[in-house]
């Protein structure tokens, strides 16, 4: 630090003496800069005399300045623009320019090597250079940044153009393009210098010197700056601050989505907490039977608008991440512990703002609650706020997870205290654990079935296959077919309807079935813990590996094959490319499954939508498994 200080001190030290000399000595300079003068004649009859060899010469010169790569181009540029004026002058050193990058290109390619690079730089940009060779984008930009740079010498310029491994036609546009508009400009304001007064000469002079003086001591610094790696949009997403959320997203969105979804849904709101008269900040706890929870949710709750926590996922998506932000959402890395998350969380809590928790951490799978995230118990505990519970119940049945068109229906919204500040100072982590369980346990199936709630649709078994797939009665896989208000197996032809309650009904009554979606996916859990009681199986698949898209959504970028052990979940890459990545059974309770596709955290398609059904039920049963035992 005191040396930085010192290298500051020295760098307004030389400016300022280095000023002080021009305005000291700002005649003999403004006299020196009047004999190049457009109204000195005798210098306007040499220059056209000798055009073309001053030309050479100064073009030739700066050849050599980027060759030898130590040499500043400000002088030559200065010395140009004075002499020839603006548009000859800039060519002549373009094309200086452009002359020595050659030299440099092709002395790289005729020794089959790269040119040594200085010492004094190639800590600088042989890293970033390796990370951004194949970004073309991002390496246009680098390079004219360098180029606007005063005091990194053109020479340096080329020597890291040609790190990034550019073919010839790439580092010829690049470095023409990149230094064509600061030549440009320099070029054109010493051009003017001469014929103007002497006072704007004075300090253009003093201007451009104090840049370049700066640009010298700190053109390491500068270059660091400009070469850094690229950031990924999550090492971005880690650096935001969370805003208070806007009244204006909150009153816009709620006046369109209580129309539009609210009403259109038959959605009742049943608040025991007496929110409207509330003023201290809050804790909210919420269910997630669907994926439009967050509507009802905050529609529910008006007037308190919290920081809510969004799965990382969606601050991927372009359109969503400024709405989210406007929001002030929090955003979550999903199943695993999130230094930023917690940070903004407790910050929030600090400023006395509401915050909300969707505490299973994914919208259910079968309608029925999902596990709760660990630790739960212990934020609850250390933000000491009332916690206030809002229990959703037949969203699922309307439009979860696996359905793709709407059933209608009612959905009802509980709001009720769970915890006031004072109980919490009084309770353990584990006795807030108890009873957060039984406060967020729902079954939309069975919520449906005693309050005999009615849903209308013209298939309420849609895509009911997509997860189920063991049959109950022959334990056949995969031989689940669901349509026309029935699921099926193709392989022993037993099954059940759906009734209007979402309840099954065996089409045989001698041939006992589960009685609804979630006790179905009991059973498969029950059959999957068996196969992995003693941890010596394997799963594995052919699957394709995605990527976030800048739109969200995702892009295939490979192929692989996954593996699930009692190690954990693997992926291994077919080309080699992509590096492979491992979850642990130990560290993670679970993985999200995309219904119908695949998983949700790393991006990955299964062959066939019920074999990432599989992997993610044997992953949790496995976990369940391993703690257990220890």
Request: hydrophobic share 45%; aromatic share 12%; glycine share 6%.
């Amino acid at each position: 630090m005191a040396k930085r200080k010192h290298k500051i001190l020295l760098t307004i030290a030389v400016i300022a003496v280095v000023v002080s000399l021009i305005v000291i000595f700002r005649k003999p300079i403004n006299t020196f800069f009047g004999f190049f003068s457009k109204d000195n004649p005798e210098f306007m009859d040499f220059l056209d005399k000798h055009r073309i060899y001053g030309s050479l010469i100064i073009a030739g010169l700066e050849v050599i300045q980027v060759i030898i790569a130590v040499l500043p181009s400000e002088v030559l540029q200065l010395a140009s623009g004075i002499t020839f004026g603006w548009l000859w002058g800039s060519i002549v050193i373009m094309s200086g320019v452009f002359v020595g990058n050659q030299i440099y290109f092709f002395a790289n390619k005729l020794f089959r090597k790269k040119i040594r690079k200085t010492k004094q730089y190639a800590e600088i940009f042989e890293d970033a250079s390796k990370k951004m060779e194949k970004d073309h984008l991002n390496v246009a930009l680098i390079i004219f940044l360098l180029y606007v740079a005063p005091g990194i010498t053109y020479g340096v310029i080329a020597l890291i153009a040609i790190s990034f491994n550019l073919k010839w036609s790439k580092f010829t546009l690049f470095t023409l393009l990149g230094s064509a508009l600061p030549i440009f400009v320099e070029v054109s304001l010493s051009s003017q210098v001469v014929n103007t007064n002497d006072t704007v000469a004075t300090i253009f002079l003093s201007l451009i010197m104090a840049i370049v003086i700066f640009f010298l001591f700190f053109k390491e610094d500068v270059l660091k700056f400009i070469l850094r790696p690229k950031r990924s949009l999550d090492e971005k997403i880690d650096k935001f601050k969370t805003k208070k959320p806007s009244w204006f997203i909150y009153k816009f969105f709620g006046a369109i989505f209580n129309k539009q979804v609210v009403k259109k849904n038959n959605a009742a709101f049943i608040d025991k907490a007496d929110l409207k008269n509330r003023k201290e900040p809050i804790l909210f706890l919420c269910n997630h039977p669907s994926k439009i929870d967050y509507i009802y949710f905050c529609l529910a709750i008006n007037p308190h608008r919290p920081q809510i926590i969004v799965n990382r996922y969606f601050y991927h998506n372009n359109l969503f991440r400024p709405l989210l932000r406007r929001a002030g959402c929090i955003p979550k890395k999903q199943f695993q512990p999130d230094v930023y998350a917690m940070r903004e969380i407790l910050k929030a809590a600090k400023k006395g703002r509401d915050i909300a928790i969707w505490p299973e951490g994914m919208n259910s799978y079968h309608g029925a609650c999902m596990p709760i995230l660990p630790g739960i118990d212990k934020l609850i505990k250390k933000l000491g706020m009332p916690v206030v519970n809002v229990k959703v119940c037949g969203s699922y049945l309307s439009h979860g997870k696996i359905r793709k068109t709407k059933a209608k229906g009612r959905i009802e919204l509980t709001i009720e205290n769970l915890f006031s500040a004072d109980e919490l100072k009084e309770m353990s982590s584990e006795e807030i654990g108890q009873k957060l369980s039984a406060a967020l346990d729902y079954n939309d199936f069975e919520w449906a079935k005693e309050n005999q709630v009615e849903f209308k649709a013209d298939d309420l078994s849609e895509r009911m296959d997509k997860i189920l797939y063991i049959c109950p009665h022959c334990h056949a896989e995969g031989q689940i077919k669901s349509g026309n208000n029935k699921v099926e197996c193709s392989a022993c032809g037993n099954g059940v309807s759906v009734n209007k309650y979402y309840q099954f009904e065996p089409l045989d009554e001698n041939i006992p079935f589960p009685a609804n979606l979630p006790a179905w996916y009991k059973f498969q859990q029950e059959e999957e813990s068996k196969a992995v009681s003693d941890l010596s199986f394997t799963l594995d698949d052919d699957v394709q590996l995605q990527m976030f898209a800048g739109k969200g959504g995702e892009k295939t970028v490979g192929v692989g094959r996954l593996t699930l052990n009692s190690e954990g979940l693997t992926y291994y890459p077919a080309d080699g490319v992509q590096k492979a990545f491992s979850l642990s059974l130990k560290e993670r309770s679970q993985i999200s499954l995309n219904v119908g596709m695949g998983f949700e955290f790393y991006c990955v398609l299964t062959s066939s939508p019920l074999k990432a059904v599989k992997f993610t039920i044997m992953f949790e049963q496995a976990h369940k498994k391993i703690r257990n035992d220890e």
